[in-house]
């Protein structure tokens, strides 16, 4: 496999040092990791095109920032030490948390969830300073190499309140909602908190929404400790506080690049994944001319193939030409012109099950098609339905979504956020299948992503000023309704 930008392997220090340049992105990753505990960090760039989306200049001096803090305050360090204790302790006092403070995000949903309530998360903790840390011990690791050098982002194990996490939930104690909604929380009450539960799952509600005012921000600037639970992409929201508005502004000049850089720089297939990835794409993918992702996501997982949803993949890859329309044997005869040459389309389909992923290739077997391309159908697993707590499972599941990132032409399910991270990490713009209500057709079929970014899938609609519900799609033009979701927010 060569580097994608078809730089020839040269020993010239120019090469070199172009070479360097793009497998750290732009500046985005930093040197100074073991390469061999990390392949991936070091050899993305051979299989993925270079980023159409630079990172500014603001991002990366954030970024170098944010590994200062995390190396001081990370665990295994003092100041971590002093922070844990805090946790121990009825009261806490400033100077023994020496301004390292934290947000823990607790594991929750599946993948692709997870992937970017993580980003989520971190893009918080550089806006308040806080150190990320990540519950999911060695199934984590498993997955994904460790992000910040010389430290982790893993939870410890034996954190003080790791056994209370299963009764972390809207009504418990440290509840930030629970606790506004019966008027526990004001500036002396949290000063005296080591730590507060943030409920930012699809299902919270007006009380945890307040998170997302700046009145809540600047509570929560005093309590050393919060602890997350999210599924959720929640960014676009972050970008309507006032206090954070400018600061992202910097950040994201290029708004809906927020996943797209955050996830480049935090979300490194282990070693194990990165075997899967590369095996895989240098067997099926490789060789192509042009490589067409696509992503079947079907919530219903007991449906079966659906002549509807059959249907509404076929018009939208040939309607887009993403793939060509069959033909009969006759055309096929034609002479074609010199740059009519076929092409070899590689089709990589991700999805639980094998049905369309078998009429695809029975297909463009049984058919040649109006260009006289020849289309490979490759599916690389069928795990039936999901099965969050196994490996393996995870495994693959993580492979085909950076799979799928690796390709020219993505095509995602509505609603996935496994597609979503498929689409940001590409920085592709890629064509969403709407969802299809009561089986009926969809017209049209599928529509282009308006950017690379998530969805976030349930965002407040509050005028934190006014105290009033408003329209939070339509108050800056950064921040749309979503695609596939029309009560979603996304940045564009
Ligand atoms: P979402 O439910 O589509 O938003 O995506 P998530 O990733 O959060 O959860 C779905 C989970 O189901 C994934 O993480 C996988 O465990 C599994 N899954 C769904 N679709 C696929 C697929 O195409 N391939 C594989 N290997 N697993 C999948």
């Known amino acids: ?175 930030h909602g629970d606790m506004l909604k019966r008027k526990l929380i004001n500036g002396s009450s949290v000063s005296s908190l080591s730590h507060l539960y943030l409920h930012l799952a699809h299902d919270y509600n007006e009380h945890d929404k307040m998170f997302f005012c700046d009145e809540d921000q600047s509570l929560l600037k005093n309590v050393p400790w919060l602890i997350m639970r999210t599924n959720n992409f929640f960014a676009p929201s972050l970008f309507l506080i006032p206090s954070f508005e400018e600061e992202l502004g910097m950040m994201f000049p290029e708004k809906a690049t927020v996943f797209h850089h955050l996830g480049r720089y935090l979300f490194h297939p282990s070693n194990q994944v990165w075997g899967l990835i590369t095996r895989y794409y240098q067997a099926y993918l490789a060789k192509a001319d042009e490589r067409i992702g696509l992503q079947i996501r079907v919530f219903d997982e007991k449906s079966g193939v659906s ?55 029975t297909m463009y077997w049984e058919n040649p098609s109006v260009t006289r391309d020849v289309i490979g159908i490759h599916q690389p697993s069928h795990e039936g339905h999901q099965q969050t707590e196994k490996l393996m499972h995870n495994r693959k599941a993580w492979a085909e979504m950076y799979l799928l990132s690796l390709t020219d032409k993505l095509v995602i399910s509505a609603w996935s956020t496994f597609g979503y991270v498929a689409q940001g990490l590409g920085g592709l713009r890629a064509w969403i299948l709407y969802k299809q209500e009561n089986q009926t057709n969809v017209n049209p079929p599928c529509g282009r992503a308006m950017s690379p970014d998530p969805c976030f899938h349930a965002p407040p609609y509050y005028d934190c000023k006014a105290k009033k519900g408003i329209d939070t799609g339509n108050v800056v033009p950064h921040v749309r309704h979503c695609e596939d979701i029309s009560w979603g927010l996304k940045l564009v």
């Open 307 to 361: 002549p509807q949803v059959t249907n509404q993949i076929i018009s939208c890859v040939q309607n887009e030409e993403l793939l060509p329309k069959l033909t009969k044997f006759v055309e096929q005869n034609k002479p074609l012109d010199e740059e009519e040459e076929p092409k070899l389309r590689a089709v990589l389909v991700t999805s639980l099950t094998t049905g369309y992923f078998e009429i695809l290739k």
């Open 1 to 175: 496999i060569k580097p994608e930008t078809n730089v020839t392997s040269s020993s010239d220090d120019t090469t070199l040092q172009r070479d360097q340049d793009l497998s750290l992105l732009g500046g985005l990753l930093v040197s100074g990791f073991k390469k061999d505990t990390c392949l991936s960090r070091y050899q993305s760039y051979f299989y993925r095109k270079a980023s159409p989306y630079k990172p500014s200049s603001y991002l990366l001096s954030k970024l170098r920032g944010y590994e200062k803090v995390h190396k001081r305050c990370g665990p295994g360090t003092r100041q971590y030490t002093n922070a844990e204790r805090l946790l121990k302790q009825k009261q806490t006092s400033d100077s023994e948390s020496e301004g390292c403070k934290y947000v823990v995000w607790m594991e929750f949903s599946g993948l692709g969830n997870r992937i970017i309530s993580i980003a989520s998360a971190f893009l918080y903790a550089m806006l308040t300073d806080r150190v990320l840390l990540v519950e999911g011990g060695e199934q984590f690791a498993d997955l994904f190499c460790e992000p910040f050098l010389d430290s982790t982002w893993l939870l410890p194990r034996h954190f003080p309140l790791s056994n209370q996490f299963n009764g972390f939930g809207q009504h418990s104690a440290h509840c």
